[in-house]
Nanobody, 115 residues
Framework: QVQVVESGGGLVQPGGSLRLSCAAS????????IGWYRQAPAKQRELVAS???????NYADSVRGRFTIARDNAKNMVSLQMNSLTPDDTAVYYC?????????WGQGTQVTVSS
């Protein structure tokens, strides 16, 4: 069982930035694909950004150019740098390790973008 813990959420004004972190308790972190998902109230969970074990990245159209995902295999961590935030980015953000279907999820961290 892999434990996944997100951190870094909070309240930020429109146009601001936040950096989310995801830590996973596994010795083979480097082999996993990692994804950041988010779920806003009354909406389905959606993939925001992902990074493969090889370092290839993918972004949702809504965040491309504003968000950056990166991984540090030595520290078993993945980050999500979020810039130019808008109220539409308000959601609970979840880190997934190993795939949405059979992977491991964290408890989520709330991001609220509001003036």
């Amino acid at each position: 069982q892999v434990q996944v813990v997100e951190s870094g959420g909070g309240l930020v004004q429109p146009g601001g930035s936040l950096r989310l972190s995801c830590a996973a308790s596994t010795r083979i972190f480097r082999v996993y694909d990692i994804g950041w998902y988010r779920q806003a109230p009354a909406k389905q969970r959606e993939l925001v950004a992902s990074i493969t074990s090889g370092g290839s990245t993918n972004y949702a159209d809504s965040v491309r150019g504003r968000f950056t995902i990166a991984r540090d295999n030595a520290k078993n961590m993945v980050s999500l740098q979020m810039n130019s935030l808008t109220p539409d980015d308000t959601a609970v953000y979840y880190c997934n390790v190993g795939g949405a279907r059979s992977g491991f999820w964290g408890q989520g961290t709330q991001v609220t973008v509001s003036s």
